[in-house]
């Protein structure tokens, strides 16, 4: 594939190959791991500690799917290379659990390692391509400095592994930043099918979440109706970003070329997408609590993943939109902020109640936008 052909509007019409979907399933694991580390601890501490952790991980996958974007996945090479990152990821979602204390180290060496084959790999089939060598060289300096950095911290361990983990997470936004000044290749539909592939992955996690803990619950009236509503709300997330928000990105997405390409995939994608995928990998954890115990009052720590989680899911979902069409979803802001006053209004409800509200806060605003269309997304210089 040549630059040309990725460079122009609306991509080459290629989709996610199996070998990608494939690569995703580690993926899978490792958000299982973080509901995990989220659930041993539900406290705002446990919950930003688990919020880095899908940061780091993101970024590694993320990385990858720019990558493989530009290089596609037909070589053998190339499914060698995937499959060998697989089996480093894989154990680096084995220490995640250890990744503040006991197995930060593996972590640590793992996570740079996924990180410097991503580099590798892109750097190596730039190779006969200047101006994505060029937008290599934006980007891998500051980004190879910020994963050393979360390397040395877990080697370091104690107070110096935090401070150099959010260092190394700060400078990577910034790499990512200071790389819009390069002319990225992005086959739009592909990058954009990718990224709502691992919305569905983050999903699916709240669908496991929710089964797994009721086979161990008697299946009364109560837990059944707990189940309904986790659904329900599971189900609210998806209609939140399939039914409108992702198609209307894309659709932008696809109108644009050079420089204004890459740095939409950068701020729709690699940023916006982080937030939505920590509110639903947030939910799950909650979800979890609901399902198991919906007469239980629930602490301040489980009513943000479950009213919090949502919150944010929507407010990274209208900064999406905002970006793509220069619109601000007011329905979906006034739920945010309503989402936000259960928190404290909600402190002595019932989890299956706290639940209710959330999922009813949510539904209602995205049945209320359904009223009236959507314009259609413009190409707006401001935005390139």
Do not use: C
């Not at 979906?332 to 409800?349: E, K, N, Q």
């Amino acid at each position: 594939m040549s630059e040309p052909d990725i460079l122009v509007r609306g991509g080459t019409g290629r989709t996610a190959t199996t070998i990608e979907l494939f690569f995703d399933l580690v993926y899978v694991f490792a958000i299982t791991q973080v509901v995990g580390v989220v659930h041993s601890d539900p406290s705002p501490a446990g919950l930003a500690k688990g919020a880095f952790i899908l940061f780091l991980l993101w970024w590694t996958w993320t990385t990858y799917t720019w990558t493989t974007n530009w290089s596609g996945t037909d070589s053998a090479q190339i499914k060698l290379f995937l499959l060998t990152t697989m089996a480093t990821t894989l154990v680096m979602a084995l220490a995640v659990p250890g990744a503040f204390d006991e197995t930060s180290a593996l972590f640590g060496w793992t996570y740079f390692l996924v990180r410097l084959l991503a580099s590798g790999l892109y750097w190596f089939e730039s190779k006969d391509f200047p101006a994505q060598r060029a937008a290599f060289w934006t980007f891998f300096p500051i980004s190879s400095l910020a994963a050393g950095l979360v390397l040395a911290g877990s080697l370091t361990g104690g107070d110096a592994l935090v401070l150099l983990y959010l260092a190394g997470g700060i400078l990577d936004f910034f790499a990512a930043l200071n790389a819009g000044r390069g002319t990225w290749a992005v086959d739009a539909p592909h990058f954009a099918e990718r990224n709502g592939l691992f919305i569905i992955i983050s999903l699916g996690e709240s669908i496991v979440a929710i089964g797994l803990t009721a086979v161990d619950v008697e299946l009364d009236a109560e837990h059944l109706g707990a189940m309904v509503i986790a659904f329900a709300g599971v189900a609210t997330l998806w209609w939140a970003y399939f039914d409108r928000a992702a198609r209307y990105a894309e659709r932008y997405f696809t109108t644009l070329t050079g420089k204004a390409l890459g740095r939409f995939a950068r701020d729709v994608y690699s940023y916006i997408h982080y937030p939505i995928v920590v509110g639903i990998v947030m939910f799950a954890v909650g979800l979890e609590e609901v399902v198991a115990h919906p007469d239980r009052i629930l602490g301040l720590g489980h009513r943000l993943t479950l009213a919090g989680g949502t919150a944010l899911v929507f407010a990274a979902i209208v900064a999406g939109t905002y970006r793509a069409i220069r619109r601000v979803t007011a329905e979906r802001v006034v739920a945010v902020f309503a989402l936000i006053a259960i928190m404290w209004v909600g402190r002595s409800w019932s989890a299956l109640a706290f639940a209710g509200f959330t999922v009813a806060i949510a539904a209602v605003s995205l049945i209320a936008e359904r009223t009236h269309p959507w314009p259609q997304p413009q190409v707006a210089a401001g935005w390139r």
